[in-house]
């Protein structure tokens, strides 16, 4: 007989870890089945300094740390990419690509993925001059030239990481006014070789293999002009992965999950944590906080129909 967990994880991000915590402590048996890297989105981000407790810690520290606390409480991990996963039965089913699992509750983690420019040629030139993930590559591209499109903390918090390593980098934004943190947008007004390109956007892609230039339209002017450089780091934000869900799960208008305050969906026994999930605010220690709910709601009503099958 196919062992049942009582709760599947998906995603490693920081929620799922957390929820991997509090349903270890509580005795439940948990399966973790993560895609990629422990951490999700934090393996992105160069430094994390709004995580309490630590007043500065890189994500990847971050990531590793949370995932050497769930060990330490014998947590079991997957590493593998969940196609198919069914919310509308008593069992729920997890199809991976090289396994099928069975458990009690899921908690859905899966996060968000990259938003992209949707330009044509863009995924020619990944890993040829356009990178998703500052942290990543941006070693590649010391002392040369870059852009960054985007106007949130992922942005800024990019941009300033490159200028300590390209020689020139422009920061273009949609609008004149940023998303992101007044803290860090100070911190980039600071620096001199970052040129800020406000109210505009990137209107065409341009190179032969590589990427070596962009035309940019300022909205205001209607004018395009094109800028030479060796890179471009696309951080326009990310979209929530519903995709591999197999069931009418309830969604947003901007297909995010709802959940109600115990991150219930509208299915019985399936919770949605952290940046999937319909939130006014998606950072880490939300992320966490929604993992914990979700860990103890899972585990009291895990209790509730264990005792009734029982009866
Ligand atoms: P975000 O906050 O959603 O910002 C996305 C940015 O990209 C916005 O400025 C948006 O412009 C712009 N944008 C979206 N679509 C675009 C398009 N097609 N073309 C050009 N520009 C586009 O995303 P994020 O910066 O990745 O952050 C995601 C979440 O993580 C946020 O809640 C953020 O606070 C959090 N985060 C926190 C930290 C931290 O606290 N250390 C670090 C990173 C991220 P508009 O402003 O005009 O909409």
Do not use: W
């Not at 490693?12 to 951490?39: F, Q, S």
């Not at 109210?199 to 070596?212: A, E, F, M, R």
């Amino acid at each position: 007989m196919e062992k049942i967990y009582d709760i599947a994880i998906l995603g490693a991000g920081p929620g799922g870890m957390t929820a991997a915590i509090y349903a270890r402590r509580a005795g439940l048996d948990v399966l973790v089945i993560e895609k990629g890297l422990v951490g999700g989105a934090l393996n992105a981000t160069y430094e994390v300094a709004n995580y309490t407790g630590f007043e500065k810690i890189s994500g990847k520290e971050l990531a590793e740390r949370m995932y050497n606390h769930t060990k330490s409480l014998n947590t079991e991990y997957i590493f593998d990419e969940v196609k198919k996963v069914t919310v509308d039965s008593e069992i729920k089913i997890i199809e991976c690509f090289k396994g099928k699992y069975l458990a009690r509750t899921l908690i859905l983690g899966f996060g968000a993925s990259v938003r992209k420019l949707n330009l044509e040629n863009e995924r020619s030139f990944v890993g040829r001059g356009i990178s998703y993930c500052a942290t990543c590559d941006g070693k590649l591209f010391e002392d040369k030239t870059v852009a960054i499109v985007g106007g949130g903390n992922t942005a800024l918090e990019d941009c300033f990481f490159l200028s300590n390593l390209a020689k020139k980098v422009y920061l273009i934004h949609r609008r004149e006014e940023f998303r992101g943190d007044a803290i860090l947008i100070e911190q980039i007004k600071q620096k001199e070789n970052i040129e800020l390109v406000l109210n505009s956007y990137i209107s065409k892609l341009v190179g032969d293999g590589n990427l070596q230039s962009i035309d940019v339209t300022d909205k205001v002017t209607n004018k395009t002009k094109k800028i030479n450089l060796d890179g471009l780091f696309v951080c326009i934000g990310r979209g929530p992965d519903t995709g591999m869900i197999d069931g009418d799960i309830k969604l947003s208008e901007n297909g995010y999950i709802e959940t109600d305050e115990y991150m219930r969906t509208n299915f019985e026994g399936v919770y949605a944590i952290g940046d999937i999930r319909c939130t006014p605010l998606r950072q880490i220690v939300t992320a966490c906080s929604d993992g914990a709910i979700a860990a103890t709601k899972a585990f009291e009503y895990i209790k509730i129909t264990k005792a009734s099958q029982k009866k």
